[in-house]
């Protein structure tokens, strides 16, 4: 059985062979990347994290998505190094863009109507711009409680309407505190992104 650190290590080698590479990340190759974790706790890592919604698998087993980040289908478009990729929450866009301190580029949809959303992120940095960022307080489920509900607004008072709707459980910051704060979010899976040498 694997430990949770372990699992966690296992976790952000997926998020940076997918950064790295691009493509799914079989369990052979997590375990020839993740330094001596044995390869059948790798695969219980798996199966633990998939349980819990904290990777995406594909059909044939293998990891298309992890650390929020995706290949598979997911609300928020992410252009990383040349790749489309997707996001689970509009955060994640943000945080992996200035974690890694790579140019980047978001689309999506405000939360409220539905208006298209292109947010350049020149060296993973956010501009001074009229959006804004519904952080959600999150729950027992990751997906459901804190991804699904945090979305960029395209206005203040569009992110006041979203959140009277979703009650107050969250908050609503600017892109730049966004920024600065889901750098520090995903600064171990840069870290990974850095050992593995696909910075």
Same mark, same amino acid.
């Given at each position: 059985?694997?430990?949770?650190?372990?699992? +966690?290590?296992?976790?952000?080698?997926?998020?940076?062979?997918?950064?790295?590479?691009?493509?799914?990340?079989?369990?052979?190759?997590?375990?020839?990347?993740?330094?001596?974790?044995?390869?059948?706790?790798?695969?219980?890592?798996? +199966?633990?994290?998939?349980?819990?919604?904290?990777?995406?698998?594909?059909?044939? &087993?293998?990891?298309?998505?992890?650390?929020?980040?995706?290949?598979?289908?997911?609300?928020?478009?992410?252009?990383?190094?040349?790749?489309?990729?997707?996001?689970?929450?509009?955060?994640?866009?943000?945080?992996?863009?200035?974690?890694?301190?790579?140019?980047?580029? @978001?689309?999506?949809?405000? &939360?409220?109507?539905?208006?298209? @959303?292109?947010?350049?992120?020149?060296?993973? #940095?956010?501009?001074?711009?009229?959006?804004?960022?519904?952080?959600? #307080?999150?729950?027992?489920?990751?997906?459901?409680?804190?991804?699904?509900?945090?979305?960029?607004?395209?206005?203040?008072?569009?992110?006041?309407?979203?959140?009277?709707?979703?009650?107050?459980?969250?908050? @609503? @910051?600017?892109?730049?505190? #966004?920024?600065?704060? &889901?750098?520090? #979010?995903?600064? &171990?899976?840069?870290? +990974?992104?850095?050992?593995?040498?696909?910075?």
């Amino acid at each position: 059985m694997a430990g949770a650190d372990e699992v +966690e290590l296992v976790r952000r080698t997926a998020f940076a062979l997918l950064v790295r590479d691009g493509r799914p990340v079989a369990a052979d190759d997590l375990a020839a990347a993740t330094d001596g974790v044995d390869p059948q706790h790798v695969v219980d890592a798996l +199966e633990e994290l998939a349980a819990d919604g904290l990777i995406d698998r594909g059909a044939a &087993g293998a990891v298309v998505g992890a650390g929020g980040l995706t290949l598979a289908a997911a609300p928020h478009g992410l252009l990383l190094r040349g790749r489309d990729y997707r996001t689970w929450c509009a955060y994640d866009a943000i945080g992996i863009a200035a974690a890694l301190r790579e140019s980047a580029a @978001i689309s999506t949809r405000c &939360g409220v109507c539905e208006r298209a @959303i292109a947010l350049p992120l020149p060296g993973g #940095a956010t501009a001074d711009r009229p959006e804004r960022l519904w952080l959600s #307080a999150g729950g027992v489920r990751m997906r459901e409680d804190f991804c699904a509900p945090t979305v960029l607004l395209c206005s203040s008072e569009h992110a006041a309407t979203w959140s009277e709707r979703q009650a107050g459980r969250g908050r @609503i @910051i600017d892109l730049g505190t #966004a920024s600065r704060l &889901g750098a520090g #979010a995903w600064s &171990g899976y840069a870290r +990974e992104v850095e050992r593995l040498g696909a910075a």
